[in-house]
């Protein structure tokens, strides 16, 4: 394919007109978010009742502006920032899913969308673009929107894997040269270091990572360059697995999915990251209905699962979408890599999380979970968990024993009181 196309390129005020009152669009989120394409539907003002579903998105969300509620109603299958508030006040809508189930929304027809508004690799010469950073359930949105409105971005990655969209599927859309909003980490606090060397003990040579975004994946990474044959099975990754592949420890020689190949749904992360997955065939984009499927990731031997948490009671309930009833982020695909790890042949489920929070005022570890927090794993799935303090093992051990050792690992200043609390309930004798 030549440069024509760019000649039937449009404003992305012209793009957005196919959007329609009262119908379901879709956005593209993270690093993929289309802005422009955002800014110019936000500057619409003929529009009642559009359902906006989308995951985090980066970047502003003038639709979830308060005043705005007629015209536009966010629904949220993952949250972030822009969208916290929103969802608080009444505003905006979230949704509790598994990522793993979202692409089946669309896919089923239980969420019909009218309209998919995607950011997209410029056409290659067969006439495809790639969904770049993030192919999530941006694919499904892709094959089953009936109308695909698309910013095409000349910084956008080309990437591989099952992310393809041919331009002949865009209905309209505009040409950009900009570049994609970046998530950059910060500096290593103490207690991220010290549950990062706890993980990084805990994972052999040849297994397969599975990791979030933040200052403990981070942590763990670093600490990972001595291993060999490790491979990369993630829902997502960011800088830190490229500091690791350049040292030579990532080969994903051992993996028993996509061997040889790093495998994910979406990225986030910096240019360098963009950089790194750009044109490279090493590094293969699924939707997240398959990279999350507990059937694909068990096939990984040795899969070691690292996910976070907002608090965790002494059962082993873990929260890590909402505090208290307000919604932080989203049930993601913490149980769909709990539960994979668990069934893979050596795997390793982890949570982690620091002993406290609120400025050290408040302890992690709970008696019981705060009114509205979300359970997103079960006291029945979790296995590991590990704080700065330590890490043990729940799987297989009773009510009493699994209140004792997430004691052991809890701050010290809070022991003596979950101590007190763990005896005070019916089903412990007091003891000594």
């Known amino acids: 394919m030549n440069s024509d196309w760019k000649s039937r390129a449009v404003s992305a005020a012209d793009a957005i007109k196919a959007v329609r009152s009262g119908t379901n669009v879709f956005i593209h989120g993270a690093c993929a978010t289309p802005a422009p394409l955002i800014t110019a539907l936000c500057e619409r003002r003929d529009l009642e009742q559009v359902r906006l579903y989308h995951l985090h998105t980066a970047g502003p969300a003038p639709f979830a502006d308060a005043g705005r509620e007629n015209e536009f109603r966010s629904v949220s299958l993952f949250t972030g920032a822009p969208l916290r508030r929103p969802i608080a006040e009444g505003r905006a809508d979230f949704v509790p899913i598994f990522l793993s189930d979202i692409p089946g929304l669309f896919t089923s027809q239980a969420v019909p969308l009218d309209a998919a508004l995607l950011q997209l690799s ?6 495809f673009c790639s969904l770049g950073t993030s192919c999530d359930a941006a694919k499904a949105a892709a094959d089953t929107a009936r109308v695909v409105i698309a910013e095409i971005n000349a910084q956008m990655p080309r990437t591989h894997g099952n992310n393809v969209v041919p331009l002949s599927r865009v209905h309209a859309y505009t040409v950009t040269d900009r570049p994609l909003h970046e998530h950059k980490g910060g500096p290593e606090s103490p207690v991220e270091a010290r549950i990062g060397e706890l993980i990084a003990n805990l994972v052999e040579d040849g297994s397969t990572l599975q990791m979030g975004i933040g200052g403990i994946p981070d942590a763990v990474l670093a600490r990972l360059r001595h291993k060999q044959d490790l491979g990369i099975h993630s829902e997502m990754f960011s800088d830190g697995v490229v500091d690791l592949f350049e040292a030579g420890a990532i080969t994903n020689r051992l993996k028993g999915v996509g061997q040889g190949r790093i495998i994910t749904s979406f990225i986030n992360g910096t240019r360098r990251l963009f950089d790194f997955v750009n044109d490279n065939p ?67 489920p982890i949570i982690a999380l620091p002993s406290r929070a609120a400025g050290g005022k408040v302890s992690r570890i709970v008696m019981q979970l705060n009114p509205g927090a979300g359970v997103v794993t079960t006291r029945g799935h979790v296995h590991w968990v590990v704080t700065e303090y330590g890490a043990v093992n729940l799987h297989g051990q009773s009510l009493r024993e699994r209140g004792e050792a997430l004691i052991s690992i809890a701050h010290p200043d809070f022991r003596a009181e979950l101590r007190r609390e763990l005896n005070g309930i019916r089903h412990f004798p007091v003891s000594a």
């Open 122 to 127: 410029p056409p290659d010469a067969h006439g």
């Open 282 to 348: 090493l590094v293969a984009f699924y939707p997240c209905d398959w990279t999350n499927d507990t059937a694909v990731i068990r096939k990984n031997p040795k899969m070691v699962a690292i996910n976070s948490a907002i608090q965790i009671d002494l059962s082993g309930q873990v929260c890590a979408d909402s505090i208290g009833h307000d919604v932080f982020s989203g049930i993601g695909g913490q149980m769909d890599f709990i539960r994979g790890a668990a069934l893979s042949r050596g795997g390793k």
